[in-house]
């Protein structure tokens, strides 16, 4: 059974930085692609960042483009999400998402349970 | 970017009665790629169909997607009051994320 387990969400001040991690189980971590999708209190879901089974690709979202990086570390079936420069419009429900594939096109397969950030002064 | 419009934004039916979701696309999505999500209160999204058709493991087959091009639909042939959800449409036809989502739409049990 595929397990996906989200750290790291809390409240922070705007402009400042937070890292998610993302410790996935029950599957072959290297060669599967990783999502991050994102939820604003009472509101759908919104995809912000992929990135390749191998690190080799990564796609953003616009609205976090410049500000959010995805990366992964294969030999600790993590991934992570560093997110810089915060706004108030960051607050969300962080998930992240196994994707059906090692790269191309894919829908995400399982799902974590969330980490929750909340930016606020 | 691919733009998914759903509708209608809320279904209040009668258990046992069958329940048509829409998700229209603003562009054809080629290959049928497409999914649809389940989101109950309080819990993370679990994907349902993919590849517009597709059931995934351990899904019931009172669900069932059908649909291609711009036009796509969810059906759950008899509802449960455990089929009380939000229901996402996603994309990932583009050759480049964004993979966009729908608005949604929220299923209620009269």
């Known amino acids: 059974q595929v397990h996906l387990v989200e750290s790291g969400g809390g409240v922070v001040q705007p402009g400042k930085s937070l890292r998610l991690s993302c410790a996935v189980s029950g599957v072959r971590f290297s060669n599967y692609a990783m999502h991050w999708v994102r939820q604003a209190p009472g509101k759908g879901l919104e995809w912000v960042t992929v990135?390749?089974?191998?690190?080799?690709?990564?796609y953003y979202a616009d609205s976090v483009k410049g500000r959010f990086t995805i990366s992964r570390d294969n030999s600790k079936n993590t991934v992570y999400l560093q997110m810089d420069s915060l706004k108030a419009e960051d607050s969300a429900i962080y998930y992240c998402?196994?994707?059906?594939?090692?790269?191309?096109?894919?829908?995400?397969?399982?799902w974590g349970q969330g980490t929750l950030v909340t930016v606020s002064s | 970017e691919i733009v998914l419009t759903q509708s209608p934004g809320t279904l209040s039916l009668s258990p046992g009665e069958r329940a048509t979701l829409s998700c229209g696309a603003s562009?054809?999505?080629?290959?049928?790629?497409l999914a649809w999500y389940q989101q109950k209160p309080g819990q993370a999204p679990r994907l349902l169909i993919y590849?517009?058709?597709s059931r995934a493991t351990g899904i019931p087959d009172r669900f069932s997607g059908s649909g291609s091009g711009t036009d796509f639909t969810l059906t759950i042939s008899r509802l449960e009051p455990e089929d009380v959800a939000v229901y996402y449409c996603?994309?990932?036809?583009?050759?480049?994320?964004?993979?966009?989502f729908g608005q949604g739409t929220k299923v209620e049990i009269k």
């Open positions: 996603q994309q990932y036809a583009s050759s480049s994320p964004p993979w966009t």
């Open positions: 998402g196994r994707g059906s594939a090692a790269a191309g096109n894919m829908f995400v397969e399982n």
């Open positions: 990135m390749w089974y191998d690190g080799s690709n990564e």
């Open positions: 562009q054809s999505v080629t290959s049928n790629y």
């Open positions: 590849d517009a058709s």
